[in-house]
């Protein structure tokens, strides 16, 4: 066997104590000097750098990324999908998969607290003993009172004592401190003696539920995390806040795969607009003019809610929506009286206004309006000004139904965004009509997959229409 030089490199590792080095030494091999490489260029020959030089890497971050670049793939997301989409929780519109490196800090800290507030006195008495010895010796001091070793575990700058090294004091509760700084939770000493936690203004009292506290104020980090990128808090805010908005993503068999991959891009921001593309391109878009209208900015809101020529398919999203409210009336309703989409005789005759909201349903003792609305979701605030609205606006007709029929009216606005959020609201809207819990669950859940249905499909046209133009 005769080696090639040139087409050798050397890989020489060596260690220092317990520090490893790369060894720079030439070498030679069948007369000629093969390259040695340093230690930037070892991911070249042996694959991605995950920083196994540094002293922070861990297999929890290896797996973590292994997870990520599967999902992605699963998911077809591009490398701009963010951290917070993958591990924010499953009803706040992410794909709640568990970040193990928040998993591997919630675990030390719930076995710490656990091990030094134990009901067994054993265990007790040796944890606490231990963790004497560690402030004592970290701190040097010859007595660990309360308050330093709260301050030791709430990893408070100790002044005036020397808290770099750990020595052979380095175990659990040396660990602990980075923890419980990273998951931003403060330790404390009740009046009993115990020691217990506390995130923020919220303290969990019952060690059982200890580990389900952390999860939870884990969950809540990475939402407020991904609520507070500029170019996504906004399309993300509806939906992360309305649970019933996010059941699609437990089920596979709801929407295609073409349809939720859609979905989750316009939640993300994701779709190619003339007004986002700078973002992704060198070349910044002369023009941010709807390619479809021209006369408005081409932004997500005006594409799916507002842009003129693809208006039919606009409404045609809005009577779907109304149409799985429509199947969901019992067969053994008691309603006398259905009207869908006609004019209200009542209020034409008494106000002389030819107002039709999308349902009117009658019985013997009450009367409820009912109207359907997609808004985009600009923020809470845009959803709750659009029920809003549609109450201002059958006010009177409400009023003019109450004089004509002598009879109890209510006006619901059924409230589904464009990018499917479900308005709270909603939820007493079935139950107003006499249907089962159950079904309420599934009225909610169609409605939003007809509601993403519908927005692809306005996607769709718009885009045909463009790509046509182009051609
Ligand atoms: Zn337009």
Known sequence: MKFKPAKCRVLALGFKGSRSIVDSAPFRLDGGEVRVLDRDSFWRYLGKNMGWESAGFSVAIYVAWIIRTLVKAEFRRPNRAFQPFFHAGLTSGGLGIPNLCCEADVLKLSQAIKMVNSTDPSVRAVARGRLALVVRRTCRVSEALETLTVEFLNCVSLTGHDSRAYGDAHGLWTEVRPVTKRLGARWFVTEDGL?????GADCCQDLGRLTKFLH????????????????????VECPSRYGSSNRFLRSSNVLTAVERSWMLKARLNLLPLRSIRGRFRKRVELSV????????TETLPHVLNHCMPVMDIITNRHNSVLEELLDSIPSSSSSSRCDVDRVCEEHARLANRRLRPDLILADARRVLVIDVVCPFENGVASMDAAVELKHAKYEDLCHSLRLATAKTVEMHTFAVGSLGSYHPRNLAIPRAMGVSLFESRLVSERAVVASHRGSHRVWKAWCSFRDNERT
Request: proline share 3%; hydrophobic share 25%.
């Open 195 to 199: 020691y217990q936690l506390a995130q």
């Open 216 to 235: 939870l104020k884990v969950n809540q980090r990475w939402k407020t995390r991904w609520m507070d990128l500029p170019d996504q808090g906004k399309t």
């Open 289 to 296: 003019v709807c390619c479809k209208c021209g006369q408005h």
